[in-house]
């Protein structure tokens, strides 16, 4: 499950910045992760809140945004939707598909309390 080291990965740059910036915790920490990102939205949340007691993300709310995604064909020199790696370019059936969107992984931002 690479989604923990993800996870960790995350929580890495929340420390930093809390550090960095003198806030208290983190209340809301937004998060996109793209549909072709390879990631399982459900495993990144668990793995976020079981390493979130004692750090300054403990307690925050998750909210996740998930961008579809496309490709460029190298066909037909079209953008098309791409809801997974692998298909087909809808407008000329070619297997070369660039993606362009959906891969995603990043912080947003982060709503923070400096109490």
């Known amino acids: 499950m690479h989604e923990a080291s993800l996870a960790g990965g995350i929580l890495k740059l929340v420390e ?3 550090r960095r910036e003198g806030f208290q915790r983190v209340t809301v920490l937004r998060l996109e992760v793209g549909k072709l990102a390879g990631v399982e939205l459900r495993a990144l ?3 976020l809140q079981a390493i979130a ?3 300054h993300l403990a307690g925050a709310r998750l909210e996740f945004e998930t961008p579809e995604g496309q490709a460029w064909c ?3 020199s079209q953008t098309v939707p791409l809801a997974e790696r692998g298909m087909a370019c809808l407008h000329c059936g ?4 660039q993606p362009t969107g959906g891969t995603e992984l ?3 931002d982060m709503l923070v309390a400096d109490e």
């Open 94 to 97: 070619s297997y070369q598909l």
């Open 74 to 76: 190298l066909g037909c």
């Open 16 to 18: 930093d910045s809390a």
């Open 45 to 47: 949340r668990f793995a």
């Open 106 to 108: 990043r912080v947003i």
């Open 53 to 55: 007691p004692g750090t």
